[in-house]
């Protein structure tokens, strides 16, 4: 096993903000598939609150251009059955639609990457501009060397964009994963067979449940990240293998977490 010492930490909902991006490209990448349609949809440009209601729940990029599609009516079931109720049935209302539009994930997640390298070949600076750090993080993540310890990005958004978006804010992190590597809690137990972790910091609480039920990684501290995409009630009951983390905390030496 190697001697280093690791931070684990989800990107989207953790390093950086990219609110407007997601929509953005979701939204293209809707109109893109619904080009036939395309004189009777109205997408805003703004970001719905709709939209930004329902990311916490988003698990995989592609799930983001389901959502962009269900809003581009009011007769849709987001508008019929509200955001609860659909929130509430939400894998349910994605499978529906996937079936209504005959769709399949590989295909929504296909193309809402080829939006997102259009956007990178044509107007790199604006669609890197739609990403912003959250406080605090990027210099804790150049503190981390201080206290003996690298961090890795594990993310279910593609490598290329997630390497751009590193780029740049000038970090460089130990290890990359994107979506293409495999499920988050199979890094994990492959990192775990090698390296030291410290840690795994992610907003998405049904991720972190899954984790510590793995048993590989039952040691494996976890903390819910509470500044990210969070539901409402995301911060509350949390199993006691899992850690709510503020930035104030993230700030301290790792030593002082909770």
């Avoid at 009777?40 to 599609?69: C, Y």
């Avoid at 509430?88 to 529906?96: D, E, L």
């Avoid at 390298?117 to 150049?142: D, M, S």
């Amino acid at each position: 096993m190697s001697s280093s010492q690791l931070l684990v930490f989800d990107f989207d909902g953790v390093i950086l903000d990219g609110m407007q991006e997601y929509w953005s490209s979701a939204r293209q990448a809707c109109l893109m598939l619904l080009e036939d349609q395309a004189d009777s949809i109205t997408l805003p440009k703004e970001i719905p609150n709709e939209f930004k209601l329902l990311r916490p729940l988003v698990h995989h990029g592609w799930e983001m251009v389901v959502i962009a599609a269900e809003l581009k009516n009011t007769h849709s079931q987001i508008y019929k059955k509200g955001i609860q109720e659909f929130s509430h049935q939400y894998p349910r209302y994605c499978k529906q639609i996937l079936a209504q539009h005959g769709w399949n994930p590989s295909q929504l997640q296909q193309a809402l990457e080829e939006v997102r390298k259009k956007a990178l070949k044509h107007n790199p600076e604006v669609w890197l501009a739609q990403h912003q750090p959250f406080p605090g993080v990027l210099k804790r993540l150049e503190c981390l060397l201080s206290e003996g310890i690298n961090y890795v990005v594990l993310t279910t958004k593609g490598a290329l964009f997630t390497a751009e978006l590193l780029k740049r804010y000038r970090l460089k992190p130990y290890l990359l994963y994107g979506h293409e590597a495999g499920s988050k809690t199979e890094i994990l137990v492959e990192l775990s067979r090698k390296y030291t972790l410290r840690g795994f910091i992610e907003d998405r609480r049904a991720t972190l449940e899954k984790t510590i039920a793995v048993p590989q990684l039952k040691s494996l501290p976890c903390y819910l990240a509470n500044w990210g995409y969070l539901k409402p009630n995301d911060h509350k009951d949390l199993p006691q293998e899992i850690q709510l983390l503020s930035l104030k905390d993230l700030a301290n030496p790792l030593a002082m977490w909770p």
